[in-house]
């Protein structure tokens, strides 16, 4: 089976090919690498859809092999990309964090003008969304939070080009978690450069990772990071290396999904580069998407036999030291870092809502 779902970029939807740097020269490129390791792994998730709703309904009528499947997870509790659970365990049993970036997206019926409520870009888009401030989902970013990962933006489809909604956003997701976040990454890649870039970076944003492509695996932008703004600057550019759905479906041949990842590996520690992963929360479900999760756990593990530093983008721009020469300071200026954080600092956050 050969399924990306909706992360991917279908025809329709804005890409970011095109860039356009602030001063019209693009950055040099720096490969910074902590003490001690050949190159960095930069682990991250788009947490877009933890719900599995009308795609029930959809790959039954698609996938008739499956449908018996598919239909079995309309049971009311049953609920198979809901995998915040599995995510952590696995990084855990590998001793490693990453980043998590929550969307909070506008709702077809709801948001958007009734034009597009018939429509596949209206239902892809905006149609079975979650709202980042519901009990459930609350709690398990904050699980996530408190057990030292990092908690991030994942701006909404049109926020790329929208600073007061993009500021919307941030707001929300800093509410749910108690303190400020460092960066995130733009939904379907949506950038328009430099514009989006300057809107993170004047509400205070000290990354972003939009910058790339689901189409095809590689060092498309290549092997380090970006300062768009210049190198005194604080803000940095974490160009993506893979998204899940651009390597060869590991279901249908692993063998051939790995090669390519372990291929990217070797050349990052040849380069000494910053490498970048994207893999969404529902791609951790095997019944699903499998041999995924597979994939990423041995990608992980190869990483660490190679020499690599792993670990969330906001971890990597503290522990460099990224903030520049402007005084902006690295993650800490901008968000309390929840590896550094005590039980207490929750405990006060949980006691402020009368939890």
């Known amino acids: 089976m050969s399924r990306s779902g909706d992360a991917g970029r279908p025809a329709f939807l804005p890409g970011n090919d095109d860039i356009t740097w602030p001063d019209g020269r693009e950055p040099p490129e720096e490969r910074p690498v902590p003490d001690g390791h050949e190159f960095s792994l930069l682990l991250t998730h788009d947490i877009d859809r933890p719900y599995k709703t009308y795609q029930s309904l959809y790959y039954a009528a698609t996938e008739s092999d499956r449908r018996a499947y598919h239909l079995s997870t309309l049971v009311p509790g049953v609920n198979p990309y809901w995998r915040f659970e599995e995510l952590m365990a696995l990084e855990d049993d590998l001793g490693v964090r990453s980043g998590c970036y929550m969307l909070d997206e506008q709702r077809l019926f709801r948001d958007r003008p009734a034009a597009e409520w018939p429509t596949m870009e209206g239902w892809q888009l905006f149609a079975g969304r979650y709202d980042p401030t519901s009990p459930e989902i609350r709690d398990a970013f904050r699980a996530l939070d408190d057990g030292g990962w990092e908690i991030g933006l994942h701006g909404s489809y049109e926020s790329f080009d929208d600073r007061e ?191």
């Not at 976040?181 to 939904?187: E, K, L, M």
């Not at 372990?262 to 479900?285: I, K, T, Y």
């Not at 903030?323 to 590896?339: I, K, M, Q, R």
Request: glycine content about 12%; some cysteine; overall charge negative.
């Open 165 to 355: 909604r993009m500021r919307d956003e941030k707001e929300t997701v800093e509410s749910v978690v108690g303190h400020a976040v460092a960066g995130g990454r733009q939904h379907y890649l949506n950038l328009k450069t430099p514009d989006t870039w300057e809107h993170q970076r004047a509400l205070g944003l000290r990354y972003d990772c939009s910058l790339g492509t689901s189409a095809e695996p590689g060092f498309h932008h290549g092997h380090g990071i970006r300062r768009p703004f210049g190198a005194d600057d604080g803000f940095v550019v974490f160009p993506l290396t893979i998204m899940e759905q651009s390597i060869p479906d590991p279901g249908e041949d692993f063998d051939a999904a790995w090669a390519v990842c372990e291929a990217l590996l070797e050349e990052a520690r040849e380069e000494g580069a910053v490498m970048s992963v994207l893999w969404h929360l529902r791609h951790f479900a095997p019944d699903e998407f499998p041999g995924y999760d597979r994939i990423y756990r041995k990608l992980i593990r190869r990483a660490q036999e190679l020499g690599a530093w792993v670990g969330s983008p906001g971890q990597f721009y503290e522990e460099i030291g990224l903030g520049g020469a402007d005084g902006t300071g690295g993650v800490a200026a901008a968000a309390t870092s929840a590896a550094t954080r005590t039980p207490a600092d929750s405990t006060a956050r949980d006691q402020s809502e009368g939890r």
